[in-house]
């Protein structure tokens, strides 16, 4: 089911083409946003509407759309950019809820200490502010053409894209769904009303709930949380998303079971390598060449020599960074993969360089 975010016309559209034959897209966009912050002749646009507290670190934001916004997937991730204190930044979300008839929908977003982005959005103040909104992305999607038993794994924020699906999908899924839940603390779940409810409501959905930090022993994920909900390997999937060590162990134990694992990592991997060591990345297109460390990631090494390229996610998600390699071999920083072939299409941020490097860049 593809979640639409739509419009119904209105004066920015009717004029945009009559404008743009005359001026600058630019300018149009500046005049036409002086009226309307959400009007833009191109700009995929949303103003934030509303803020609710979802749990003590979490607060949900409610999101007006512009006709530009492209639809989505349930359990898909958007990327938001915006504008804190002069510097333009994008952050990753997925969006939990949607109206399509009046274009709305919502994020949850976790409070991260330090975090310019999440403490900015929690913020009464960013009511009323307009982001920008990058098309959907990820493969984290339920098809009820081809149904499994499905084990969802969620540690902290990374429960967004679960609610997505089971709020769109959950009464029209028909094979088992079990989720299970990772916080710290038991004042930082979120939805759980909800959750028991869908619970209570359709047979084939069960939840639990673990604390790593409010009980002893500590509830982490391990392999006996999984033995007892497999029984057929082949027809069941596991889906997990959190921080980049609970996803790489969610996708360790779903090996070993032989199972088919979608992971998503809200962080992208810390990354420790040799600045001793260093290889040669040459840019054919703008004929550059420059060393960087062997085992950090491209587009790190790249924006240290200040070169550029375009991101998103930086988690290896929506593929706006990916270029082709024409020569040379990578590193996959998640899994370690080595890639020996040319020419093949990378994703920069989350590749690291193992040997001298040619790129379409």
């Not at 047979?203 to 022993?217: D, G, K, M």
């Not at 909900?229 to 060590?245: E, H, K, M, V």
């Not at 079971?257 to 990345?281: G, L, M």
């Amino acid at each position: 089911m593809c979640i639409i975010v739509t419009n119904s016309p209105n004066v920015s559209e009717l004029m945009t083409p009559l404008l743009q034959s005359a001026v600058p897209t630019s300018v149009v966009d500046f005049w036409l946003g002086s009226i309307n912050p959400l009007w833009s002749t191109q700009q995929a646009l949303a103003r934030i509407t509303k803020l609710e507290s979802s749990a003590s670190d979490t607060v949900t934001l409610t999101l007006k759309a512009n006709r530009h916004v492209q639809g989505f997937l349930p359990g898909q991730h958007i990327n938001i950019t915006v504008e804190v204190n002069g510097v333009r930044r994008v952050r990753s979300y997925s969006p939990a809820w949607v109206n399509s008839s009046a274009g709305e929908f919502s994020i949850s977003v976790k409070r991260v200490d330090g975090g310019a982005v999440s403490a900015w959005l929690s913020q009464p103040a960013c009511i009323g502010q307009v982001v920008e909104v990058s098309a959907a992305f990820g493969e984290m999607t339920l098809d009820a053409s081809q149904p499994k038993t499905t084990i969802m794994l969620a540690a902290g924020s990374g429960i967004t894209p679960f609610l997505s699906l089971l709020r769109s999908q959950l009464a029209d899924y028909p094979a088992p769904i079990t989720l299970l839940y990772w916080t710290k603390h038991e004042d930082e779940l979120c939805f759980v009303d909800e959750f028991n409810a869908l619970a209570s409501t359709y047979p084939h959905f069960t939840v639990q709930y673990f604390l790593t930090q409010a009980n002893q022993p500590a509830q982490r994920l391990n392999e006996q949380h999984l033995q007892s909900l497999i029984n057929d390997a082949d027809n069941t999937q596991i889906f997990a998303c959190g921080p980049q060590g609970f996803v790489q162990h969610a996708a360790m134990l779903a090996k070993q079971q032989n199972i088919t694992a979608v992971i998503e990592a809200f962080y992208a991997p810390e990354v420790i390598f040799d600045s001793n060591h260093q290889v040669a990345i040459t840019l054919q297109r703008s004929q550059k060449t420059i060393m960087v460390p062997v085992g950090q990631s491209i587009l790190t090494a790249l924006e240290a020599e200040g070169i550029n390229p375009a991101y998103g996610c930086r988690r290896g998600l929506c593929n706006t960074c990916s270029c082709t390699k024409l020569s040379g071999s990578t590193q996959h920083l998640h899994n370690q993969d080595m890639n020996h072939e040319s020419p093949t299409s990378l994703r920069i941020c989350i590749n690291s360089a193992s040997s001298d490097l040619t790129l379409d860049l």
